[in-house]
């Protein structure tokens, strides 16, 4: 069994600042983390944060410290409350590559989770230990051979009856900390040391080995990549990312190949078209051309289906590449419950069929309707400060329509709120996104240019705009209280305590009865929707009442913010 801790790069930085800032103190903090239980590994996920003051502890110098016992109550209260499990963080003073935990850590620990596994049923404990320059951590496991789902006794704060744990903890050593994107993987001490047994480097790399170095080949090589959509964008990123050297994928697309496919569908042939062959299995085959000795995990479902879900969850990085808002919502979700890094890329291509083809851009124009746009984009979000939904990237109402059953999708359709019309699509196009976001992957591992994480393309103006969110130029903004990934009432970092909605079953409860739902006509719509996205859907509801509540779930706050909670209660401990 492997463990890891993953971490938004601005919890990261917190961290940082707290436990390092003052050296003359030993300092310490405690994160509370949800769980991401695998196959042969568990994922501690940090959900929040507590930064803990001076008068938190009865001693505190440079080489001891020790909470008040009101304290250590508060803090056991609030993990238990919510099902979260405590990792404890302190510094030690000095430098160096290397670091331990001391004979005082290992008493002191022991006893602590001793106590948690007796009085929380088997809860695990988790500790990190940094210097300047090194890390060591280790969770504490009363069930090391994970025949007990760590963490998922509770569901909306409520516990699950379990067997009792009488055996003592056992302590673990946590193979990496994982922050934010792809570039940190921090190991700790005992994986530092050992670099013998480091994957070796194919010489096919070898030209982008001599750009790179080896440590990013074999960084690529063991990264864990779902894709979510492998038409003619999804294709092309897979095409990209083989060649970079990426060995391990998880592809899900529900559709098979056809003839309309193969202007831009990467490794696609007549015969896949006449046999519908499925778009996933091509992707497969891209990939095995590239790494003959890739583990690919190739699922001809949606991501709605809990089998994908469970797939995904286990992946390093998503990437979604479809052309709809309900498979980017679901995907959006996934990554940020699971603090999962993830990829958008999409693109559009907008004509006007009544335009006058004299006035078409280029040649003669003759027997050409105009095209309006052609654009495309990528987005990234930074884990902790926004994603797809709150940038506006993602729109709920949309993804609604997009899940409403057949029956109900012939009346709006009949009605007038969506149209089934094919979008337009161009190879050369899909190739150009995909290169760029291709590009900005391999970055989030290289860290070879400053990272752009938004960014459109125009291709009638040849222009590459990036966009930042929250930011002054080209300004998109976030939403402070999103019910996805606010750290109040979004569900950050939850992982397996949370589990996943069914939107299809939502969006088709929601939808109202025929009898409600009138022509469309011109007028305000009832709800405030985000901004769409330049990549838009191709089939775009005209404008007037909106026949679908958004497909978001807002619900009270699991944890809050506990720094604040110190400062309110002014470290008045007692609940």
Same mark, same amino acid.
């Given at each position: 069994?492997?463990?890891?801790?993953?971490?938004?790069?601005?919890?990261?930085?917190?961290?940082h600042g707290h436990l390092l800032g003052d050296r003359s103190r030993e300092q310490m903090a405690v994160t509370l983390c949800g769980v991401n239980r695998l196959h042969r590994e568990l994922r501690l996920l940090v959900r929040d944060v507590i /930064?803990?003051?001076?008068?938190?502890?009865?001693?505190?110098? &440079?080489?001891?410290?020790?909470?008040?016992?009101?304290?250590?109550?508060? !803090?056991?209260?609030?993990?238990?409350?919510?099902?979260?499990?405590?990792?404890?963080?302190?510094?030690?003073?000095?430098?160096?590559?290397?670091?331990?935990?001391?004979?005082?850590?290992?008493?002191?620990? $022991? &006893?602590?989770?001793?106590?948690?596994?007796?009085?929380?049923?088997?809860?695990?404990?988790?500790?990190? %230990?940094?210097?300047?320059?090194?890390?060591?951590?280790?969770?504490?496991?009363?069930?090391?051979?994970?025949?007990?789902?760590?963490? $998922?006794?509770h569901r909306n704060g409520k516990a699950e009856p379990g067997p009792t744990h009488t055996a003592p903890p056992v302590a673990q050593p946590l193979q990496a900390i994982l922050i934010g994107d792809l570039a940190r993987r921090i190991p700790v001490?005992?994986?530092?040391?050992?670099?013998?047994?480091?994957?070796?480097?194919?010489?096919?790399?070898?030209?982008?080995?001599?750009?790179? #170095?080896? *440590?990013?080949?074999?960084?690529?090589?063991?990264?864990?990549?779902?894709? !979510?959509?492998?038409?003619?964008?999804?294709?092309?990123?897979?095409?990209?990312?083989?060649?970079?050297?990426? $060995?391990?994928?998880?592809?899900?697309?529900?559709?098979?190949?056809?003839?309309?496919?193969?202007?831009?569908? %990467?490794?696609?042939?007549?015969?896949?078209?006449?046999?519908?062959?499925?778009?996933?299995?091509?992707?497969?085959?891209?990939?095995?051309?590239?790494?003959? +000795?890739?583990?690919?995990?190739?699922?001809?479902?949606?991501?709605?289906?809990?089998?994908?879900?469970?797939?995904?969850?286990?992946?390093?990085?998503?990437?979604?590449?479809?052309?709809?808002?309900?498979?980017?919502?679901?995907?959006?979700?996934?990554?940020?419950?699971?603090?999962?890094?993830?990829?958008?890329?999409?693109?559009?291509?907008?004509? *006007?069929?009544?335009? *006058?083809?004299?006035?078409?851009? #280029?040649?003669?124009?003759?027997?050409?309707?105009?095209?309006?746009? %052609?654009?495309?984009?990528?987005?990234?979000?930074?884990?902790?400060?926004?994603?797809?939904?709150?940038?506006? !990237?993602?729109?709920?109402?949309?993804?609604?329509?997009?899940?409403?059953?057949?029956?109900?999708?012939?009346?709006?359709?009949?009605?007038?709120?969506?149209? *089934?019309?094919?979008?337009?699509?161009?190879?050369? /196009?899909?190739?150009?996104?995909?290169?760029?976001?291709?590009?900005?992957?391999?970055?989030?591992?290289?860290?070879?240019?400053?990272?752009?994480?938004? /960014?459109?393309?125009?291709?009638? +103006?040849?222009? /590459?705009?990036?966009?930042?969110? #929250?930011?002054?130029?080209?300004?998109?903004? &976030?939403?402070?209280?999103?019910?996805?990934?606010?750290?109040?009432?979004?569900?950050?970092?939850?992982?397996?305590?949370?589990?996943?909605?069914?939107?299809?079953?939502?969006?088709?409860?929601?939808?109202?009865?025929?009898?409600?739902?009138?022509?469309?006509?011109?007028?305000?719509?009832?709800?405030?929707?985000?901004?769409?996205?330049?990549?838009?859907?191709?089939?775009?509801?005209?404008?007037?009442?909106?026949? &679908?509540?958004?497909?978001?779930?807002?619900?009270?706050?699991? %944890?809050?913010?506990?720094?604040?909670?110190?400062?309110?209660?002014?470290?008045?401990?007692?609940?």
């Amino acid at each position: 069994m492997n463990y890891t801790l993953s971490l938004t790069r601005h919890t990261a930085e917190t961290l940082h600042g707290h436990l390092l800032g003052d050296r003359s103190r030993e300092q310490m903090a405690v994160t509370l983390c949800g769980v991401n239980r695998l196959h042969r590994e568990l994922r501690l996920l940090v959900r929040d944060v507590i /930064l803990l003051p001076a008068d938190a502890f009865r001693p505190q110098s &440079a080489a001891h410290l020790e909470l008040k016992p009101e304290v250590q109550a508060f !803090i056991h209260a609030r993990a238990h409350r919510h099902g979260l499990i405590e990792v404890d963080w302190h510094s030690h003073p000095g430098a160096g590559p290397t670091i331990a935990f001391s004979g005082t850590d290992d008493r002191f620990e $022991a &006893a602590q989770a001793a106590y948690l596994a007796q009085r929380m049923d088997g809860v695990p404990y988790g500790s990190v %230990v940094v210097n300047d320059d090194a890390l060591d951590a280790r969770l504490w496991l009363s069930d090391p051979a994970g025949t007990r789902p760590a963490g $998922a006794k509770h569901r909306n704060g409520k516990a699950e009856p379990g067997p009792t744990h009488t055996a003592p903890p056992v302590a673990q050593p946590l193979q990496a900390i994982l922050i934010g994107d792809l570039a940190r993987r921090i190991p700790v001490t005992a994986q530092r040391l050992n670099r013998a047994h480091a994957p070796f480097v194919s010489p096919v790399f070898d030209r982008q080995v001599r750009a790179f #170095g080896p *440590d990013v080949q074999r960084r690529l090589s063991t990264l864990r990549v779902g894709v !979510i959509g492998a038409g003619g964008l999804g294709s092309a990123l897979v095409a990209h990312l083989a060649r970079l050297g990426v $060995a391990r994928w998880v592809l899900v697309d529900p559709d098979v190949v056809e003839l309309t496919n193969l202007n831009r569908l %990467v490794g696609a042939s007549v015969a896949d078209a006449q046999r519908a062959r499925p778009k996933v299995y091509v992707a497969r085959s891209t990939i095995r051309q590239a790494v003959p +000795k890739a583990t690919v995990r190739a699922l001809k479902t949606d991501v709605f289906d809990p089998c994908a879900q469970r797939a995904l969850k286990a992946c390093d990085l998503l990437i979604v590449a479809t052309d709809n808002h309900s498979s980017r919502m679901a995907a959006n979700r996934l990554a940020v419950q699971y603090l999962i890094p993830l990829v958008h890329a999409g693109f559009n291509v907008s004509v *006007d069929p009544t335009g *006058d083809p004299a006035s078409a851009r #280029g040649g003669s124009g003759v027997g050409v309707r105009r095209v309006t746009d %052609v654009s495309g984009e990528f987005a990234i979000p930074d884990l902790g400060r926004w994603c797809l939904q709150c940038a506006g !990237i993602v729109d709920p109402q949309a993804a609604g329509w997009e899940l409403a059953s057949p029956a109900q999708r012939a009346i709006l359709r009949q009605r007038g709120y969506v149209a *089934d019309t094919p979008a337009p699509a161009v190879g050369h /196009l899909d190739g150009v996104v995909a290169a760029l976001a291709a590009a900005e992957i391999h970055n989030l591992v290289a860290a070879f240019k400053p990272q752009h994480r938004y /960014l459109t393309y125009d291709a009638l +103006k040849a222009e /590459l705009v990036p966009l930042s969110v #929250g930011g002054s130029a080209h300004k998109v903004a &976030a939403q402070a209280a999103c019910p996805v990934c606010s750290p109040d009432d979004g569900v950050l970092g939850l992982g397996d305590l949370e589990p996943l909605p069914d939107y299809r079953r939502a969006a088709q409860a929601q939808l109202p009865a025929p009898a409600q739902l009138p022509p469309r006509a011109t007028g305000p719509a009832p709800i405030d929707l985000p901004a769409p996205s330049p990549a838009g859907p191709a089939a775009t509801p005209p404008a007037g009442p909106a026949p &679908a509540p958004e497909l978001v779930e807002v619900r009270p706050a699991r %944890v809050r913010r506990l720094q604040e909670a110190l400062v309110e209660t002014e470290l008045d401990w007692r609940e």
